[in-house]
């Protein structure tokens, strides 16, 4: 969702302190799975906004492992790529293709837990879909150089 690696573990507690805080306001409305999801959205929000007002990155992409490591090397390198891609997403679309695609949540609790409604959910699916494929179109033609 955006989060520097350096600070997912102060970016997770912030969420489990925000689920203490409000359990006595969860109706049951939707899963307690859903809820927390919601506010996992909003608070990485909240961490992107501060971020960019601090100038900070508003993700890691650092690389800290050995180069005899390939796999590891590789794997780092796809999800910094992706962390780029998901970067470049603006928030409402980012939260609903990584709530989806990736936490593969069914639409009516992505929605539930982002606070729109079910078609608004899909049109920022689709959306953030075509983004995503034109981003990784951009990606490959420059990896494959001139013809």
């Known amino acids: 969702m955006g989060i ?9 507690q912030e969420v489990f302190v925000v689920a203490h805080r409000r359990l006595g306001d969860f109706e049951g409305r939707s899963s307690v799975q859903t809820w927390l999801y ?3 959205v909003r608070v990485a929000s909240d961490y992107r906004k501060r971020a960019r007002r601090e100038g900070q990155e508003s993700s890691g992409h650092q690389q800290t ?3 005899s490591q390939e796999d590891d090397v590789a794997m ?4 910094a790529e992706l962390d780029r ?16 695609e990736i936490e593969e949540l069914p639409m009516p ?6 606070g729109c409604p079910l078609q608004t959910a ?3 699916l689709h959306a ?16 494959e150089g001139p013809a």
């Open 38 to 40: 919601g506010i996992c």
């Open 109 to 114: 609790e992505v929605a539930a837990a982002i």
């Open 4 to 12: 520097a690696e350096a600070d997912v573990d102060d970016v997770f």
């Open 128 to 143: 953030a879909r075509r983004e995503v494929e034109a981003m990784l179109t951009r990606l490959r033609a420059k990896e």
């Open 76 to 79: 780092h390198q796809a999800r």
């Open 65 to 67: 492992v050995a180069a």
């Open 122 to 124: 899909y049109s920022r």
């Open 85 to 100: 891609i998901l970067d470049a997403l603006d928030d409402e679309k980012r939260a609903v293709f990584v709530l989806y």
